[in-house]
């Protein structure tokens, strides 16, 4: 099966109100739970949602990693977090293979990539357990299975600041420029420290602002850039780079 590395989401509706802070980032290398709560509490709007049947309850979710658990929590309060366009899924599944027992707990919604943590957990110290990328797990009888170089609670932040901003309301992508273009960006850009997301695809760097989230991948001498914006204003505020731009929301 061919799977193509993003396929356009739905955008979700504007926010309102003040940008919010990237203070989040301060707190990924010390406690990457709480810079996920901070980035989502502060990204996305409070709703009035009723609590989806299929949810996992409190029992549980108590059974879950302590990342895992987090995360379906703040989107008990964020209900956004289930409509990225490749979610987390709702209830994990149970798997087998190779690698033994693992616990599915997100998916790309194309079926051709699923993301797993061992399970039953190895060992009780396996609080912050490794994930694996599993390719084409549901075609392929000898599937690839990469790990992956973050553990839970960062490859969730990871997975969030990837998703959230393909499903922001507005969106800007460039076309392949020098990477010397980028270099005005980092004036007021601060870099997410983490890993490359999905190195065998784009290998994408995460980078913030208020009210913006942006993704740079680079290869060699060239480079892309992803932009998610909260507001128009926000993102109308990039046209004066004259970047060779794919597509830019007005």
């Known amino acids: 099966m061919t799977c193509t590395p993003w396929s356009s989401p739905t955008a979700v509706a504007s926010a309102t109100g003040p ?3 990237v203070d989040w980032i ?3 290398d010390t406690d990457p739970i709480r810079a996920l709560e901070m980035l989502v509490l502060g ?10 049947q299929e949810a996992l309850t409190d029992d549980e979710l108590v059974g879950l990693p302590q990342a895992l658990a987090a995360f379906h929590r703040l989107a008990r309060l964020r209900p956004a977090l289930h409509r990225f366009s490749d979610p987390v899924l709702l209830r994990p599944r ?3 293979g190779p690698l033994g027992g693992r616990l599915v707990f997100a998916a790309d919604n194309q079926g051709c990539r699923d993301w797993s943590i061992p399970w039953p957990p190895q060992h009780p110290a396996s609080t912050d357990p490794h994930v694996w990328l599993t390719e084409d797990p549901w075609h392929d009888e000898n599937p690839e299975r990469i790990l992956e170089a973050e553990p839970l609670s960062r490859f969730l932040l990871q997975f969030t600041l990837h998703e959230a901003s393909g499903i922001a309301p507005f969106n800007a992508w460039t076309l392949v420029m020098p990477v010397n273009r980028l270099e005005p960006l980092w004036d007021f850009l601060r870099p997410v420290p983490l890993s490359p997301f999905l190195p065998t695809y784009g290998a994408d760097r995460f980078y913030a602002a208020p009210g913006l989230l942006a993704s740079v991948s680079v290869d060699e001498n060239q ?5 998610g914006a909260l507001h128009r204003e926000t993102l109308a505020s990039l046209r004066r780079y004259d970047f060779p731009w794919a597509r830019f929301d007005e």
């Open 19 to 21: 940008l919010p802070s």
């Open 26 to 28: 301060d707190q990924v």
């Open 43 to 52: 990204w996305y709007p409070a709703e009035d949602t009723k609590l989806d």
């Open 94 to 96: 149970h798997t087998s």
């Open 223 to 227: 480079a892309t850039v992803a932009f």
